[in-house]
């Protein structure tokens, strides 16, 4: 069992960066593989980024990497999304997601997303 709770979104003009943060809540955290996924208007749900749940690796969409950065801090419970370098098409609800794998089917657990807006 895991709660999840989206912070940090906002407007924002492009080139600039946002950190968003994904508080954890559940015994299961840390057991969890930890992802953000994003979803724009009239677009289907994507993959953003994500740490596996046994290795930690970190990976990424080809469209933010480079630009952005994921993160745990696990004595807290916490995930990041450090954003920079943002473009309009970054415009999205940003998900943060934690389950069995980092493929959409393998999250279990959803928060309700935060909006991120990218002016141009």
């Known amino acids: 069992q895991v709660q999840l709770v989206e912070s940090g979104g906002g407007l924002v003009q492009a080139g600039g960066s946002l950190r968003l943060s994904c508080a954890a809540s559940?015994?299961?955290?840390?057991?969890?593989?930890m992802g953000w996924f994003r979803q724009a208007p009239g677009k289907e749900r994507e993959f953003v980024g994500g740490?596996?749940?046994?290795?930690?690796?970190?990976y990424y969409a080809d469209s933010v990497r480079g630009r952005f950065t994921i993160s745990k801090d696990n004595a807290k419970t916490m995930v990041y999304l450090q954003m920079n370098s943002l473009k309009p098409e970054d415009t999205a609800v940003y998900y943060c997601?934690?389950?069995?794998?980092?493929?959409?089917?393998?999250?279990?657990?959803w928060g309700k997303g935060t909006l991120v807006t990218v002016s141009s």
């Open positions: 559940g015994s299961a955290y840390s057991r969890q593989a």
């Open positions: 740490i596996s749940k046994n290795t930690g690796n970190t």
């Open positions: 997601a934690a389950g069995r794998s980092l493929d959409e089917n393998g999250m279990d657990y």
